[in-house]
Every structure is written in structure tokens, then in C-alpha cells.
């Protein structure tokens, strides 16, 4: 033991570009032996990217890395575990159909006689570890019939078999109850404790100043602010995770004088199961509506309800003046009513089929010609919606898989408008698009509503928010925390104060 | 009064929390076995003679359902078993008559070995779907065998051949049933108490997070395909050493009645799982299911609806998920 403290991981002057853009640049970070370290920063800061090199999903085109002091090269991923890197929280390296303690000895498991698997010792290592965590687990079980709390603690008691040293978390509450979250805060300090350290992905104030010793911000690829948390406060934190430029193009236009008064959707008291409770809100004609949250706040279950996939399990919803209780998507577009899922490739779109075909699939009762569908309406309303959208598109018959992400999320909206909609929801609609793209895909919005729709938007990217919607709701644990117009919303970083509920 | 609530609530939670999906096989064996027994006692059902034939029909399913359970664990499929199974046939039995015991024997293995390694390496490299590589595959192999034989069947006089691959017995046990029983207990041990077993199932259970723990899941896949037809040509030989001949018709099939006792098992076909156990008595289900309809007088015709429609009945059971 030396007597100098040194660095559990050290990462000095880190660049990375993909294909020629540049997406860190002489980023440093610093994890100290039992140091719980907040990294914080917008989508695309930069942050997941430095966490993939550490991890050797992604090579570094320069800097240097060093865990515990000495310089590491992480050609793949398992050279970063074998140096004591852990990932936890990434949900896809379990294997439900496996028990507890298969997963966690997974390529590891503790060798018997004749080559076979030594169960029981096996079985008592994992009890072991739980135990050191100060949990009880039911290692025999499967893990597909546990609760995702659990497989978080199976996911650490993963690394910790494997002699980790330094444990990245990416929003490890975000699928958690509150009793829950505070057993997994218990369990981080016991884990510092042990000399365990930590980096602690999150945008939720509360919890960085509740379990991080130190924060850094990432913005645009660079280091933004690192500080203790006891010098801190929220507004700088946030000042350095919005910067202080707004980018011109992300501008506001008022648009007060297109809203009627009058309301397409009433909503009071929504509750579905426990993702929603109490949601309560009008929409009117004209009007875009924002909501923005946290990931797990409710926003897609609170769409996802109105259209009828998640179950509204109290509260009325009224539209145009009766009360409806929507059933299925089925029901909900009858009532006239779109979702575009956030997942479009998933669940928008069919990508080997073409262009034309997308945008007709749900109007293709109204294009038969007797019993067979008529090619002519068909291209004559495809040809439609593509010019009315500006859609980039050299054939209406060739595939979607060929056009770019933007354009594909506008033959999407196209496909969604054709059905004449009253109300247009939509969750993380620029997710993935570059910046020209958004722009447009946004004054698709506002040309939307112009034109006598209602819209209700999900976006994680606030300064994109706040340019579209006339008004914003913020919902934070299933309820609506914030109901603002968006007059009454003097700056980005208030916004995101109000979303990280600090 | 209160004591017997408890135990009506604790015996309903004991219906609820049963998992049906895996046990189904038993009860369903038990349940079939007692009917017939009581309805076909009189035909000689339950006779030692036709139970030990029963056990002897299904030795080559129960066998070549050991090998399908870790093809359907990784969530592959492997249609070309029953004709590899014909192919190592006629290939054992003409290797045999020209060059004797020993060349026999590894010829017929080569055949499953060369399908197998061809199958795993198209599904594992190029990421061909398996069942594409080997429905192609099943065409092939009996086209393959009809060719070299002129569709003709091959006379086997090698005696040890015979007693070996299931027409003899040890210590009046047949030997196709130590054939079974051992590769039965070997599955079962792999899949259970192995890494390689765990890797398979890891690998069907979820490919990718088995790829980001480390496993090297093309390699299982091949693996597993290699494994599948080796064991299909050791069914063959058993068709062989049996029937004292080699010809493309045996095993024709046989693909179906292994996934069904497969499915029947408890093994699910998106993977993750491997029941072995659950595999045998399958195969023993599925020759148990044979053997009454013949006993109870039905025609060939007659049986067939009649085993289809359990089949489906009996794998819509054990696939059907009781909500929690």
C-alpha cells in the first residue's frame, strides 16, 4: 500500500469522433478509491460515449486511462472487467431464463469434480455476496419472476463476483419505487464503504446530492464543471449542463392567437396502475402541448393510456363534451385519436416495405376499389402526403429502410395524418435526427396545429420543448408536478429545475 | 372453520403457483398411462412385453430429443435429423459390407458429424435462420441417400453391428434402451451441471447478454447443430443395427415427433430452457400415444387425426403460461 491516495480510475485528455464528428474532446474524469462520482450532461453530451470507452466498448482516438494507477489500453470489453470495471444496469447482459446465482457465475462458475459445476458451492458464493450487500435474495430463483429491483442487485452482486472495483450505475433508479431506491442508496454506501467506487449516471438533483461525494458536467464533448457537491448548488450544475447560448433556430413562436378556447380532451383524475395517479389536464384545439419528465415519470404511460394500450384504471376522459373510456388503439383512432411511439422503427413503420405502402396502411379502407385496393387512389394519396411534408424521397415505391432517420420519422407523421386525427401525440418524435431535420420536423408540428389539431408532444430535449409547445406539463412519479404556459417560463435552466425537482 | 379456509386458500395458491408449463408432461403421461391401462388393460396394454416395446419404439426419439432439446435451448431448430438418421444408415451399412465393423461405425458418425458441422456453420457464420439451413438440408440428405443407394435398401450381416446399435441385449436388456438410457443421463448432466449447458441455455435465453457476459454464443450454436447430428446418426445406426439393414426411409419423419416430445418436455422454443428429462418422457408420451391407438383397433388414417390432435392439445398446455 502505497501511501499517495491513488486514482481508482484516471482518464486524462480522452478524444473520440464517429465518423469524423467529434463527440468528445480532452475530456477528463477522475474516481477516487471509494468516491461515489455524479456524471451528469444532455443527451449527446458525451457522457455515455466516455463511459463505453471505459468500459472497451469504444476505443478512445487519444488520452490516457489509468484504474487504480496503472495506465490500461481496454481493447474490449473484457479487458475492462478483468482490470475491475463493472457495469451495472445495463439490463441486457442477464439472462432471464437462468436462476440468480447462474447468472452471476455466468463463464465463471465455481468448478467441482469431473469437469461439472460445483451447485451448492456456487449457491453459497452468491448467498455470500448478497449478504456481504447486506440483501436477501432467493438465489434459485429464475430471474424472470423476480421484480427489476432485483436484477439490478443481481447485476452488482455480478460484478462483485467478478472482483470489480469500479461500478458504473446509468440512471439505476429509473425503473424503481421509492422503498426501493432508498435500500439501493443504503446499499451504494456500504459498497463505498468497502472501498467500492462509483460512478452515478443521473439527471435527478435529489439523488446526486443524496449519494455523490463529486460531479462532473459534460457539455458538447467537453468537461463542463467538476465540483464537490457540498460547493455546488443546483443552478450551477444545471448552468453547466445547459450552457449559457441558446441555439437561434430553437426559438419560441407565440402562437396564442391559433389555440381556441374551446377543449378537444378533458382529463381528471387519470390513474393507471401504478405508473399513473391524479393526472388531470384540458387540451384545445390548435393548442401543442409539452410534456417533459424525467425517464420513468409517466409521460409515455400517460399517452400510452390515452390511446388506450396502458389500462386507465381511475378518472374520466372527455372528448368533444362526452366521456369516452378508451379500450384499445383500435378504439382510441376511432375517436380520432394518433400516437407515433417513440420506437419507430418498432412500432411506426414497416421498414422493408415501401414508402407508399407505410403511408396508405391506415387508410386502406377508404382507398378499395370494391373488393381490391385501387393503385391509383393509393399513389395519388401517398403523392399527397409526401408533397404536403416535404418528405425526401426519390420513389414512393422504394423501401423505408433507405430513407434517413428524419425522413423516415416524417413518412411516420405523414402515415399518422392521413387518418385526420383531432389529436396528434407524440413521444420523442426528433429522437435521433440531426439538427436540420429537427427543425423541420418541428415546423411539421406547428404546421400541424396550425391547421386546427391538437398536439401533444414528449421530449426529453428541453431547449426543443420549449421552442414547440404552448404550454408544458411536467410530471414527475406518475403525477403532474407543474402545469405551465409557456409565457410563464422565463429560461431553460427553470425548466429543467422544475423537471429535476430540486 | 377458519384452519379449512387456510388450507382450501393454501391448496388454490398450490394450482396457482404450479408450474404447469414444466410439469405438464408428467400429469399428462400419468394421467394417459391410467387410461389406458383401465380401458386397454384387456387388448395386453399393460403387459411387461408391450410396455418394454413402447420404452423400445421411443428409444430412438427419446435420443435424438436429448440432442433437439439443446438445439431448441439456444433457440434454434434442426429439421434435417430424420434424414440424416437415413442417411448414416445406408452409409454405415455400405461402408460395413466393403471395409468391415470399424469403418462402419465411424462412417455413419462422419455422416452426422459433416451435416452437423454444416448446418452449425452456415446458422453460426453466416447467420443463415436454422431452420432454412436445415429444412434445405433434410431435401438434400435423403436425395443424397436415394442417389447412392438407387433408393434400394442395404442388407447388414454383422453380427456385433446388430447387437450393438439395438437388435441385441446385455443381461436381458435391450441394448437400444442402455443406448438411451446413457445418452439420456449424459444430456441430462451437460445441460445441468456443465458450462456448456449453462452457455446454451444463456445463449437462448438472451443472446446478446450472453454475448456481453462473455459466452461465445455462435461457437454454442455450432455446437449444439454439430451435436444434433451426430446423435440423428447415431439414430440411424439403431435404425440399422434393429432393422439389420440401411435404407433412406428410416427415421422419415422423425423431426416431428423430437420437437413435439421436445415442446411436450417443457423446453420452450424461444429458447432459454432445456428440459431433458422433460424431453424423455416426451418421446415416451408420444409412444405411449402410438402403441394404445393401435391397441384400441383405430386404422393408420384413424390414428394419425387422433395423435395429431393430442399432440396439439397436450404442447398447447405446456406451452401456455399461468398468469402469476
Not at chain 2, 468391415?100 to 457464420?125: H, P, Q, R, S, T
Request: proline residues 3%; hydrophobic residues 50%; without cysteine.
Amino acid at each position: 500500500m502505497s501511501t499517495t491516495p491513488v486514482l481508482a480510475v484516471e482518464m486524462t485528455g480522452i478524444t473520440k469522433a464517429f465518423s469524423g464528428v467529434p463527440v468528445l474532446r480532452e475530456v477528463g474524469f477522475e474516481l477516487s478509491v471509494g468516491e461515489v462520482h455524479a456524471l451528469a450532461g444532455e443527451n449527446g453530451a458525451g457522457k455515455s460515449t466516455l463511459m463505453k470507452i471505459l468500459q472497451g466498448v469504444y476505443q478512445r482516438d487519444g488520452g490516457d486511462v489509468k484504474v487504480a494507477g496503472e495506465l490500461v489500453s481496454l481493447p474490449d470489453t473484457f479487458a475492462a472487467r478483468s482490470a475491475g470495471i463493472g457495469m451495472v444496469f445495463q439490463e441486457f447482459s442477464l439472462i432471464p431464463t437462468l436462476t440468480v446465482w447462474e447468472n452471476i457465475f455466468l463463464t465463471a462458475e465455481p468448478m467441482g469434480r469431473f469437469g461439472l459445476i460445483n451447485d451448492s458451492l456456487a449457491r453459497e458464493k452468491a448467498e455470500a455476496i448478497f449478504s456481504d450487500m447486506g440483501v436477501s435474495v432467493d438465489v434459485t430463483a429464475q430471474l424472470e419472476n423476480l421484480p427489476t429491483a432485483l436484477w439490478q442487485l443481481t447485476e452488482i452482486a455480478k460484478a462483485l463476483a467478478q472482483n470489480a472495483r469500479v461500478l458504473i450505475m446509468d440512471e439505476p433508479t429509473a425503473s424503481l419505487a421509492k422503498h426501493e431506491t432508498n435500500a439501493l442508496f443504503e446499499l451504494i454506501e456500504r459498497l463505498q464503504a468497502r472501498g467500492i467506487s462509483i460512478i452515478y449516471i443521473s439527471h435527478r438533483m435529489d439523488e446526486v446530492y443524496r449519494v455523490a461525494d463529486r460531479i462532473t458536467v459534460l457539455r458538447d464533448g467537453r468537461n463542463a464543471l467538476t465540483a464537490k457537491l457540498s460547493d455546488v448548488t443546483p443552478a450551477q450544475i444545471v448552468a453547466a449542463i445547459v450552457g449559457r447560448e441558446m441555439s437561434g433556430i430553437m426559438a419560441h413562436e407565440d402562437r396564442s392567437a391559433q389555440i381556441s378556447k374551446e377543449a378537444v380532451m378533458t382529463v381528471t383524475g387519470l390513474a393507471s396502475g401504478k405508473n399513473l395517479s391524479n393526472i388531470t389536464f384540458d387540451l384545445h384545439r390548435g393548442e401543442i402541448l409539452g410534456l417533459a419528465g424525467l425517464m420513468g415519470s409517466g409521460r409515455t404511460e400517460l399517452v400510452n393510456t390515452l390511446f388506450g394500450i396502458d389500462r386507465a384504471t381511475a378518472g374520466t376522459i372527455t372528448m368533444n363534451g362526452t366521456t369516452v373510456s378508451i379500450r384499445n388503439p383500435k378504439h382510441a383512432i376511432s375517436l380520432g385519436l394518433a400516437l407515433i411511439p417513440e420506437d419507430r422503427r418498432a412500432q411506426g413503420l414497416v421498414l422493408e416495405h415501401s414508402v407508399q405502402e407505410n403511408i396508405t396502411l391506415p387508410l386502406l379502407d377508404e382507398l378499395k376499389s370494391g373488393p381490391l385496393l385501387g393503385n391509383a387512389k393509393i399513389f395519388a394519396r401517398a403523392a399527397e402526403i409526401i408533397g404536403k411534408f416535404s418528405i425526401k424521397v426519390a420513389d414512393q415505391t422504394m423501401p423505408v429502410s433507405k430513407l434517413s432517420g428524419g425522413n423516415q420519422q416524417k413518412v411516420v407523421i405523414g402515415k399518422w395524418l392521413g387518418t385526420d386525427p383531432d389529436i396528434l401525440m407524440m413521444d420523442e418524435p426528433t429522437a435521433g435526427v440531426d439538427i436540420g431535420t429537427k427543425k423541420e420536423i418541428l415546423a411539421m408540428v406547428r404546421q400541424i396545429a396550425d391547421d386546427g389539431k391538437a398536439v401533444i408532444i414528449i421530449s426529453s430535449e428541453l431547449p426543443e420543448l420549449l421552442s414547440v409547445s404552448d404550454r408544458i406539463l411536467v410530471l414527475r412519479d406518475g403525477e403532474v408536478i407543474r402545469d405551465l404556459a409557456r409565457a410563464d417560463i422565463p429560461s431553460e435552466e427553470f425548466l429543467q429545475l422544475a423537471v429535476q425537482g430540486a | 372453520m377458519s384452519t379449512l379456509t387456510g388450507q382450501m386458500t393454501r391448496s388454490f395458491r398450490f394450482v396457482q403457483r404450479f408450474d404447469w408449463r414444466k410439469n405438464i408432461i408428467y400429469v399428462g403421461f400419468v394421467v394417459v398411462l391410467i387410461l389406458f391401462a383401465v380401458f386397454l388393460g384387456d387388448s395386453g396394454f399393460t403387459t411387461a412385453n408391450n410396455l418394454l416395446n413402447i420404452a423400445r419404439q421411443t428409444a430412438t426419439i427419446s435420443i435424438m430429443a436429448v440432442a433437439m432439446t439443446f438445439v431448441i435451448a439456444t433457440a434454434e431448430i434442426d429439421l434435417s435429423i430424420g434424414s440424416v438418421a437415413g442417411l448414416s444408415s445406408v452409409v454405415s451399412a455400405l461402408a460395413l459390407s466393403s471395409y468391415g465393423l470399424v469403418a462402419g461405425i465411424l462412417a455413419g458418425l462422419l455422416v452426422g458429424l459433416v451435416v452437423g458441422a454444416v448446418n452449425g456453420g452456415l446458422v453460426a457464420l453466416l447467420k443463415v435462420p436454422s431452420f432454412l439451413v436445415t429444412l434445405g438440408m433434410l431435401g438434400l440428405v435423403v436425395g443424397l441417400a436415394r442417389w447412392i443407394t438407387a433408393s434400394a435398401p442395404v442388407p447388414i450381416a454383422d453380427d456385433i453391428f446388430i447387437q450393438t446399435f439395438g437388435g441385441g441385449d446385455v443381461a436381458g436388456i435391450p441394448s437400444l434402451l442402455i443406448w438411451a438410457v446413457v445418452i439420456v443421463a449424459l444430456g441430462a448432466v451437460v445441460m445441468n451441471k456443465t458450462k456448456f449447458g449453462r452457455q446454451v441455455r444463456a445463449t437462448g435465453g438472451n443472446t446478446q447478454s450472453a454475448m456481453f457476459t462473455g459466452v461465445n454464443t455462435a461457437r454454442i450454436k455450432f455446437y449444439v447443430l454439430m451435436l444434433s447430428g451426430v446423435v440423428a446418426a447415431i439414430a440411424g445406426m439403431l435404425y440399422a443395427g434393429r432393422l439389420q439393414s440401411g435404407r433412406f426411409q428410416w427415421g422419415t419423419g422423425d423431426e416431428l415427433s423430437v420437437i413435439a416430445a421436445v415442446i411436450l418436455g417443457g423446453t420452450s422454443l424461444f429458447g432459454g430452457r432445456g428440459a431433458i428429462i422433460g424431453s424423455l418422457f416426451g418421446a415416451l408420451f408420444i409412444g405411449l400415444v402410438n402403441n394404445g391407438l393401435i391397441l384400441a383397433g383405430l386404422d393408420v388414417s384413424q390414428q394419425q387425426v387422433v395423435r395429431g390432435a393430442i399432440i396439439i392439445v397436450a404442447v398447447a398446455l405446456s406451452s401456455k403460461k399461468v398468469s402469476r
